[in-house]
């Protein structure tokens, strides 16, 4: 039964993480046949980043109260149904609005997803559940750009959104009779939930202010900081979002539960993730966008630079994650992501004539290996900082924070590359993503306490 539970996790995970990262590398593709150019690519991504960072919340809070599987269950079809649209969608702003129908999917595939092995694993098992998940979603998020570059130069850019429906339809087949530990999962959060009620306020305030500020942030590049389309969203934005954290301060049922950021794991981890997820979207992105459209790589080539990244991964997520669960997260999350700044540094080697065995490669093993001794510990770190009973929203806060970084780097790419993608740009902006994972590696040091899983879930409990 668990090996069954960490395969629905893993697969409901997997399909909203590869389509995170499957668009990169067709978005070339999209903008010739629906037009729009940078901006349109923009919000293509950001659509979906938007939709899913501003309701993960509420749903963490609804897969606590309603139930995993109950919300598993909407977020698939959602997802299955968004991305039939995006797949058919016959214009560039159809697309951009069922992207946004996609991550409110997402939104409710993630923490549930999380969730179920949180409350399912224990001890080094639970650090072991996690590390697999990591593995194999974080290949997904890294080797989408490989099978989204063949989709494109082989067929059209409007598979990579159609094969959702594959892993869509495994997972509701393993989903099927699937018994689940009671509490305090399904059945007591169902009961819960009659107890509890939606925050729809804090979401209402949460959506509002990213937005605004999101709108404006890509906009701007286009229509400039003194237009009103920019500056009104922008100062809507930066007020919806005050005005929610003042909500959930004072809420008695918040989606954002702030005492829980009191807990230094918890706190401090999602600081780091934040720099560290900005990284991670910035470069990914730009990664993708410099081999094809200034490099000159078709589609495949570039998805397939993705490779010794997704393999490295794989490969090594699983032992870091056991020995995150057995010694403890802060090393690892100290050293890696200072690892995988230092790939991102090496690439600012690229230059004319440009040369990818030497400029890229280098820095992608090496940012790589660095990756894989982050992402397990940094989850395990979050998750074994908070109760089990709160493991959804735990979850959801963590991956909010996550696509709120990246959603912020995506839209402030633009004003990073100065409007234009060359050599000089890249090298900017590849420096610009080193320093943000040096950044959170340090902010890992100097923040984690270093107790392992079940010391922190025992700390935890003594409180």
């Excluded at 959104?161 to 594959?166: C, P, R």
């Excluded at 305090?184 to 990213?210: I, K, M, N, T, Y």
């Excluded at 890229?360 to 093993?365: E, T």
């Excluded at 899983?453 to 409180?463: C, E, H, M, Y």
């Amino acid at each position: 039964m668990e090996r069954r539970v960490l395969w629905v996790a893993i697969l409901a995970s997997f399909v909203a993480f590869l389509d995170g990262a499957i668009v990169n590398v067709a978005l070339p593709a999209m903008t010739r046949e629906l037009g729009g150019g940078i901006t349109t690519q923009q919000w293509v991504v950001d659509a979906y980043l938007l939709t899913l960072g501003s309701l993960i919340l509420i749903a963490g809070s609804l897969s606590d109260t309603l139930g995993r599987v109950r919300i598993l269950r909407a977020g698939l079809l959602v997802f299955g149904v968004a991305s039939l649209a995006c797949a058919f969608a016959p214009s560039a702003l159809l697309l951009v609005v069922s992207r946004a129908v996609q991550g409110a999917g997402a939104a409710l595939l993630v923490p549930s997803s999380l969730a179920l092995i949180t409350s399912t694993f224990s001890g080094p098992a639970q650090g072991k559940a996690i590390g697999r998940w990591t593995a194999w979603t974080g290949t997904a998020f890294l080797a989408g750009p490989l099978l989204g570059g063949l989709l494109v130069d082989y067929s059209s850019w409007r598979l990579v959104f159609a094969i959702n429906v594959l892993p869509i339809a495994a997972t509701f087949w393993l989903l099927k009779g699937l018994a689940l530990p009671a509490a305090p999962a399904d059945d007591a959060g169902a009961a819960a939930g009659a107890r509890r009620r939606v925050d729809v306020p804090g979401a209402l305030l949460a959506s509002v202010g990213l937005g605004g500020t999101v709108f404006a942030l890509i906009e701007q590049d286009r229509l400039g900081w003194g237009s009103p389309a920019v500056f009104v969203p922008f100062t809507v934005g930066v007020a919806a979002l005050a005005v929610f954290l003042w909500w959930e301060a004072r809420t008695p049922q918040p989606m954002m539960p702030l005492p829980l950021f009191r807990t230094r794991n918890f706190g401090m981890g999602n600081v780091a993730t934040a720099f560290i997820y900005a990284g991670v979207s910035l470069g990914g992105l730009m990664m993708v966008l410099f081999l094809q459209e200034v490099a000159g790589f078709s589609a495949a080539l570039a998805g397939l630079a993705s490779m010794p990244t997704a393999v490295i991964m794989l490969l090594l997520s699983g032992p870091f994650g056991t020995l995150a669960g057995k010694y403890g997260p802060r090393l690892f999350m100290a050293v890696g992501p200072i690892v995988a700044g230092t790939g991102y540094l090496l690439m600012a080697t690229t230059s004319v004539p440009f040369n990818f065995w030497l400029h890229i490669l280098p820095g992608i093993l090496v940012f790589a290996v660095g990756m894989s001794m982050t992402v397990a510990p940094l989850t395990a770190a979050i998750l074994g900082a908070v109760p089990t009973k709160q493991s959804g929203i735990g979850s959801a806060i963590n991956n909010a924070v996550s696509r709120v970084a990246g959603l912020i780097a995506v839209a402030l790419a633009g004003v990073m590359l100065g409007g234009v993608l060359d050599f000089d740009s890249f090298r900017r902006i590849v420096a610009i993503t080193a320093a943000l994972f040096i950044t959170g590696g340090v902010i890992s040091a100097l923040g984690i306490v270093n107790t392992g899983l079940r010391g922190v879930k025992q700390t935890q409990a003594a409180a």
